[in-house]
């Protein structure tokens, strides 16, 4: 469990996210991911150039704001640590893929693999600290 029964019930249900990361001077920086959750944590997908690898690896404090896409606009914030995974990425990409379209099951494409490789992609694991937001504002 990351948060709340409510709470995982929200991460579950919605995969769009703001994630923030830390810039060298303590200022915040964000940006808009798809996230997916194994287990007790979530995982995201970024290139090893991108602030967000780049931050992490310096400062591994993370917070991701899970967004409801609709009304009522609800929302959850996982504020912990990031792990990046940069060997065995490829189940996390399935699982990503698997979220994003909504489906039990995914089968990479011709040449997935090496695309994963050529774009420098990583996986970005957060680990749960704390937990707030509001579920349901109705």
């Known amino acids: 469990m990351i948060g709340t029964p409510d709470q995982d019930a929200f991460i579950n249900k919605n995969k769009w996210a703001v994630v923030t990361t830390l810039r060298k001077g303590g200022a915040p920086s964000s ?15 970024t290139t090893e150039s991108r602030f967000k690898a780049k931050s992490l690896r ?5 917070a991701v704001c899970v967004l409801d896409e609709g009304a009522p606009y609800g929302y959850v914030t996982v504020e912990g640590t990031a792990t990046i995974e940069s060997d065995d990425i490829v189940p996390g990409h399935i699982a ?11 089968t990479p494409p011709e040449g997935f693999v090496e695309r994963l490789r050529k ?20």
């Open 58 to 62: 310096r400062d591994p404090r993370i």
């Open 119 to 138: 774009e420098g992609r990583v996986i970005i694991r957060v680990t749960a600290r704390r937990v707030s937001g509001v579920t349901n504002r109705g």
């Open 96 to 106: 990503i893929n698997k979220a994003m379209r909504g489906l039990a099951e995914f």
């Open 31 to 45: 940006s808009i991911i798809f996230y997916a959750r194994e287990g007790d944590t979530l995982i995201f997908s």
